[in-house]
Each structure stands twice: as structure tokens, then as C-alpha cells.
């Protein structure tokens, strides 16, 4: 008995003797530090060449080992001391202080390690959080200051804290305790009285209470830290700092997101950022250079213009490498975030920056800010923030249109500018719709051609005239007719009749195998064998085509898979057309540039039928009726694509007919293009260049045709 007694006695003095001296070390160690301050006579000593870095390192030391010794949960001695004698509090005095030089850097380190390696909760007491945001507002507006990389280690740490917890973000970003939103109180002589978590229940519903005031715009805080530290030169510090953003705005509570955006300048300082770099972007950088750089990436700072080869790209990689940064930040954010961030950028850059600016008048200022435009339209992939740009760009319009109409003024001039006097206004223009076209986002192809096809009012209502041609029989020798063989040429004008007679009048079905055949022979023989270029060069038939219009096809319908888009037309008898057609602007627009082939810039040219092949790869039946269906019986005054192309043709033979050996000239021209001969001056350059790429276009609406089509040939 007394064996056992004696047994208990010694396990009991062991367990507590460590303690005791641990207590004892830590102690000493601090009062060295704060003894330093007494002793020392040479204020321009380094923090690092004194035995400070050294004690700091101890009292951490100490800190760790306690708590392993401790059961989880318990705060030892050296934890409590810690505490209740404001230990971090003094330690942020003297690192704002800065006294040794280099103190700073030892407390951001200390806090860091602490916060850590330590796991007791320690962020919700008053007098940790406290010191930490001090520790914050030090790292304001100091970029390029010799902390840079403990500073957002220090955030790292915070961040870290904060996604395990994020009732935590309201003391970081607050200073408040979530108990009825008081100020947190003042530690109490035990860390275990006050209690190291706050009562079950209350963390979710007052984190951020709504009755307390925002901070001022400027305030100092892990937010302001944060983007601050995004802006540092050093690229390790600013990806360190933009993925700790990151981590942050993904938090899961829909608390702590709501105390995130109302409670910070997130979204103020993120917009600001981007405005002020697309505002450092030089006045004189070319168009032609932004529409030519790569795509950038928020991870790639710095080495874009790293190499730069023209003036305004570093400028140019900033601005759009921000606004990947921003994009991320959106796709990866809590939604109450992601609305949060996408409306500042539509007031403060959409409507602020971006619209005054194509809206003015200056020619040079329209090309840039167009051309920017369109890289920005390139680089939004996040759905809340393309969203708001298709809207910013488009209006929010759905009705079909009239031509008188113009309810959204930029979207007006926007699309007037791709019928601009000046070419380079036209070609940009163009350029920025073919990328809009490009996005995942169903009311760019609706506002832009759809909205206007719904009542399939360009087809003539009358009673079907006969089909004079009989049942469609697919011919393996189809693609060899000559001009006057094909079916659409056998009087110059489309047979009437000839798919309305074929439609049931409930809706239409899927081409058939002899019918793609035939759309096909009909946009290759539309240019006559005399305005053909391609053959005498040893190049093959529309098949060059088919690899690309496969991939834009492939491409367009996975965009518009969840869309659900009709895999038929409209039937007729639910089509009740309220006005006369029209086209749309757009596609007004778009034909009026094709009549005009002939007497364009090649450029110019290529752009618009780009453009249009784009619009065709959409697997909306209206769409793909309108453009891409020769033997449309079309109302009176309406046109579809290929009535234009027919009445370019009209032109062109009789143009040819003027221009003395034009059959070589066009092959000297095509030669040229292909860079085959060295350029020359001759007349007539711009007519040849027109019906080359005439050629090519109907090669390739073909290939188009044929992929969206049945296969020909057995399954």
C-alpha cells in the first residue's frame, strides 16, 4: 500500500516539475527580450545579429512541446502566460516600431509559427486576434518592402485558420466577438473560464452582425493584405498571395461569405486594380499587338513581359493576367462572392472604363478600345462574369427585332461599326463578334440571329407549287455536276417549292442522305467553272474544309448542348409571324457585307464569311435552315444566305466578262495569295481576291453542310 502510495507521489512530482520548468524557460526568454530594450546602447544593430530571433525561437519551441505533453484541448502554463500577459500584443508594438531594424520581420515570423504550429484555438481570443490585425494594417499599402515574404506567410497562416473555421473571418476581418456582436472581452485569468470556443449555435448566425457599421474604405485588414500582396513584384510572393485569396472567397459558409463581401474591400480593390491596369495600358499600343497575344494566366506573371518584343505588352499582360486572376476568383467563389465581385466589375470597368470609351467618336480610340474589348471578351470564362458581360454588350432584349428598333445603344453601334467607312473599325468589330459567337452563352447566337428566326417568317406561307423534280435519289457522281446540271440552276432561280413541298406540316425532319448531297452540290457549283481557282492549283474540292468544319461543329454543339435547343424546325402551323420579317441587324448587316464581296479588302472579306461559318456551325434548326438551305421558298423581299451568294454571282459574271484575260489574272492572283510568286501591281486586284475567297467560302458552307448532315454511304 505504502509502495503504491510512493509510486503515485513520484509519477506526480515527474508530471509536474517539467512544467514547472518550462514555465520557468519561457518566462526567462521573454524577459530577455523585453530586456534587450534596457541594456542596449546601439540602436542600429540588426534584429538578427542579437539573441532575439534565438529566444523567440525557444518560446515557440517551449509552446509546441507543452502542448504535446498536454491532453488536446488543455491550455498549459506557457500557453496562458502567453495570454494573459499580451505577449503578441507587445511583440506588434515593437515590430511596428522596427526597433532592432529587421524586428518586424522576427514578429511576422514568430505570429506565423505560433498561430501554425500551436494547435489550441487560439484566433477567437481578444488578445490574439488584436495583435494579429495591428500585425495586418502594418503591411498596408508597402510594396516592395523588405517583409513582403513573411507577410504573406503570415496571411497564409490566417487563411489556413480561417477555411478550417471560417466563424473565424469575423474576428480577423472585425475584431468582434459574435456574442450579440460586443466587442471580444478581455481575457480573464484563465483561458479555460472564458472558454476557448463561443456557445454551440451562435457562430453561424451572427458572424458578421448586420448591425455593426462597415469599416472605412482603407482600413487595414487581412483582405487589404491580401491584394496588396497579389500586386508584389516578387511573382512567388503574389502567387502565394492570389492562391490565399482564392482559398478564402471558396469558403462554403454562406455566413462568412456574406461577412466577407460586407465587411472588406474585396470586390472595391479587386475592380480598382483592373481598371487602374487596363488605364496603364499606353494610348499608342497597336491593335493588330493586342489581338495577337497569347491568352495570359493570372500563374505566368511576369513572363509574358518578360520577352517584350513590342511596346505596351508587359502593360497589356498585367491587365488581362489580372483579369484571369479575377475570373478564377469568380469560378472558384461562393456565389454570395462570385455576384459580389461580377457586379463591381460591370459598374466600375463594363460601364465606367469600358463604354464611354466605345462609344466615343475618335476612330484611333474605337480600334483600341475595341480591340481590348475583344481580348477581355477572350479571356472570361467564369458563367456569373461572361453573364454580365453579354448582357453589358447585347442588352437583355429576346423579342424579335424591327428595323427602326435600337433599345440598347451599344449593341447598336457595335454592330454598325462591323459596316463601319473604315475598314479597320469593320474588321475589329467583326473580329469582337466572332469571339462573342465563340462563348458558351445561348443569348449571344439568340440576340444576334435567333431572335428573329423564331416564326420562320422568311418562308413564303402561300400554297406549296408543285414539286416538279420528283423524290430526292442520292448520286454517287454528285459532286462532279457542272453549273447548268444542278438542280437550283435550272431556270436561275430556286425551285419554289421544293423542301416547303417535302416539309410535313407539323415540323421538319433531319436532312436526308440525298438531300445533304445535294446542299452540297449546290454551294459547289454555285462559283462557275470559269471563276474556279482551286482545281488548276492542284488543290482538292471542299474535303480541305471538312477536318475544321468537323471540329466548329463538335465545338458549337457542345456549347449549346445544355440549351435545349429543338432538334427540329418550328412547325409552320405554330408560327404566327406578327410583322414582316426581318433579318435581324445583325445579319442584316452581315448580308449587306456580303453583296460587297467583290469590292472589299481581303481581310475585310475573310472576316465576314468567318464570321458567318460560325453562325452556321450552330446546331439550331432555324439557323441551319436559314443559312445553310439552298431551296428555301422564301417570302417576298426576304433573303437567306445563298440568295445573297446567287446575286454575287449575278455580279461577278458579268463584271468578268469586262476585264480582259481575267482567267490568268485571277490564277496570278490566287498564286499570290498563296505566296507561290512574288506580288505585283495589276488592275482589278481586289475582284480577284473577292472571288477566291467566294470559292473558298462555298467550300466551306459544303463542309459545313456535310457535317451537320447524315453521313453519306452506309452506317
Known amino acids: 500500500m505504502l ?7 513520484q509519477q506526480a512530482v515527474e508530471t509536474r516539475e517539467p512544467s514547472i ?6 518566462t526567462e526568454h521573454w524577459k530577455g527580450i523585453t530586456g534587450y530594450y534596457l541594456e ?89 486576434h488584436r495583435p494579429v490585425q495591428k500585425l495586418l494594417q502594418l503591411s498596408g499599402d508597402r510594396l516592395g518592402s523588405g517583409t513582403e515574404k513573411e507577410e504573406v506567410q503570415f496571411a497564409a497562416v490566417l487563411c489556413t485558420k480561417i477555411k478550417q473555421d471560417p466563424t473565424l473571418l469575423a474576428y480577423i476581418l472585425e475584431g468582434k466577438s459574435i456574442l450579440n456582436g460586443r466587442r471580444g472581452r478581455e481575457l480573464p485569468a484563465s483561458p479555460v473560464e472564458e472558454g476557448a470556443e463561443d456557445p454551440p449555435g451562435t457562430a453561424a448566425t451572427a458572424a458578421c452582425p448586420p448591425a455593426e457599421p462597415s469599416p472605412p474604405p482603407r482600413d487595414s485588414n487581412l483582405i487589404t493584405s491580401l491584394v496588396g500582396l497579389c500586386k ?69 506573371q511576369g513572363d509574358a513581359a518578360g520577352d517584350g518584343v513590342f511596346p505596351g505588352k508587359e502593360s497589356l499582360a498585367a491587365f488581362f493576367g489580372w483579369l484571369d486572376y479575377l475570373d478564377e476568383l469568380v469560378m472558384g467563389a461562393h456565389p454570395v462572392v462570385a455576384d459580389a465581385i461580377t457586379e463591381a466589375v460591370e ?24 480591340a481590348m474589348l475583344t481580348g477581355t471578351v477572350r479571356q472570361i470564362r467564369a458563367s456569373p462574369l461572361l453573364h454580365r458581360l453579354v448582357l453589358f454588350l447585347l442588352g437583355p432584349d429576346r423579342h424579335p427585332e424591327t428595323p427602326e428598333d435600337a433599345p440598347h445603344p451599344l449593341r447598336t453601334q457595335l454592330i454598325d461599326r462591323c459596316n463601319h467607312l473604315s475598314d479597320e473599325i469593320s474588321l475589329a468589330s467583326l473580329r469582337l463578334f466572332e469571339e462573342l459567337l465563340q462563348k458558351p452563352h445561348e443569348h449571344v447566337a439568340h440576340s444576334l440571329a435567333l431572335r428573329n428566326l423564331e416564326a420562320r417568317g422568311y418562308l413564303q406561307r ?40 417535302q416539309k410535313s406540316p407539323l415540323g421538319s425532319a433531319p436532312l436526308a442522305k440525298g438531300q445533304v448531297s445535294e446542299v452540297v452540290s449546290s454551294f459547289l457549283c454555285l462559283v462557275p467553272e470559269e471563276a474556279k481557282t482551286s482545281s488548276c492549283m492542284e488543290e482538292g474540292g471542299y474535303d480541305t474544309y471538312v477536318h475544321d468544319a468537323l471540329g466548329m461543329v463538335q465545338a458549337c454543339r457542345a456549347s449549346a448542348a445544355p440549351w435545349g435547343w429543338p432538334l427540329a424546325p418550328r412547325p409552320l402551323d405554330a408560327c404566327h409571324p406578327e410583322v414582316t420579317f426581318y433579318e435581324g441587324h445583325f445579319l442584316k448587316v452581315l448580308f449587306d457585307r ?18 458567318l461559318s460560325r453562325l452556321a456551325a450552330f446546331p439550331h434548326p432555324h439557323l441551319h435552315e436559314y443559312l445553310l438551305d439552298p431551296y428555301l421558298n422564301l417570302a417576298p423581299g426576304c433573303r437567306s444566305l ?23 489574272k485571277l490564277l496570278l492572283v490566287r498564286r499570290q495569295l498563296m505566296g507561290l510568286v512574288p506580288g505585283e501591281q495589276m488592275d482589278h486586284v481586289m475582284l480577284f481576291k473577292g472571288v477566291v475567297v467566294l470559292e473558298e467560302f462555298c467550300k466551306e458552307l459544303a463542309a459545313i453542310a456535310l457535317v451537320k448532315g447524315p453521313p453519306e454511304g452506309p452506317p
Open 3 to 9: 509502495s503504491r502510495l510512493g509510486a503515485l507521489l
Open 21 to 26: 520548468d518550462l514555465l520557468e524557460a519561457f
Open 40 to 128: 542596449a546602447t546601439d540602436e542600429s544593430i540588426p534584429a538578427r545579429q542579437t539573441d532575439i530571433p534565438w529566444r523567440l525561437k525557444q518560446m515557440l519551441d517551449i509552446l509546441v512541446y507543452e502542448e504535446k505533453q498536454r491532453p488536446a484541448g488543455e491550455a498549459g502554463p506557457c500557453l496562458e502566460y502567453l495570454l494573459q500577459h499580451k505577449v503578441l500584443e507587445t511583440l506588434g508594438t515593437l515590430g511596428k516600431a522596427e526597433y532592432p531594424p529587421g524586428m518586424r520581420q522576427q514578429v511576422l515570423l514568430f505570429f506565423s509559427r505560433v498561430l501554425g504550429q500551436v494547435q489550441h484555438p487560439l484566433l477567437h481570443y481578444l488578445n490574439v
Open 232 to 300: 508584389s513584384k516578387k511573382s512567388k510572393v503574389a502567387l502565394k498571395a492570389r492562391e490565399n485569396l482564392l482559398l478564402l472567397v471558396g469558403l462554403a459558409q454562406e455566413a462568412a461569405a456574406a461577412c466577407l463581401v460586407r465587411s472588406s474591400v474585396l470586390c472595391q480593390l479587386l475592380t480598382e486594380h483592373l481598371c487602374d491596369l487596363y488605364s496603364a495600358v499606353p494610348a499608342c499600343t497597336d491593335p493588330a499587338d493586342v489581338l495577337a497575344l497569347e491568352r495570359a494566366s493570372w500563374r505566368s
Open 347 to 370: 459598374e466600375k470597368f463594363f460601364q465606367g472604363i469600358l463604354q464611354p470609351q466605345l462609344l466615343q467618336m475618335s476612330e484611333l480610340a474605337v480600334l483600341s478600345a475595341t
Open 462 to 501: 402561300g400554297p406549296p407549287m408543285p414539286d416538279e423534280r420528283g423524290p430526292l435519289e442520292p448520286d454517287p457522281d454528285e459532286d462532279g455536276l457542272d453549273l447548268e446540271e444542278d438542280p437550283y440552276f435550272t431556270d436561275g432561280f430556286p425551285d419554289a417549292g421544293f423542301r416547303t413541298a
Open 594 to 611: 456580303m453583296t460587297r464581296i467583290l469590292d472589299q479588302p481581303y481581310s475585310l472579306n475573310l472576316q465576314v464569311t468567318s464570321v
Open 642 to 664: 445563298f440568295s445573297v451568294l446567287v446575286r454575287v454571282i449575278g455580279d461577278l459574271m458579268q463584271r468578268l466578262q469586262r476585264v480582259p484575260h481575267f482567267r490568268a
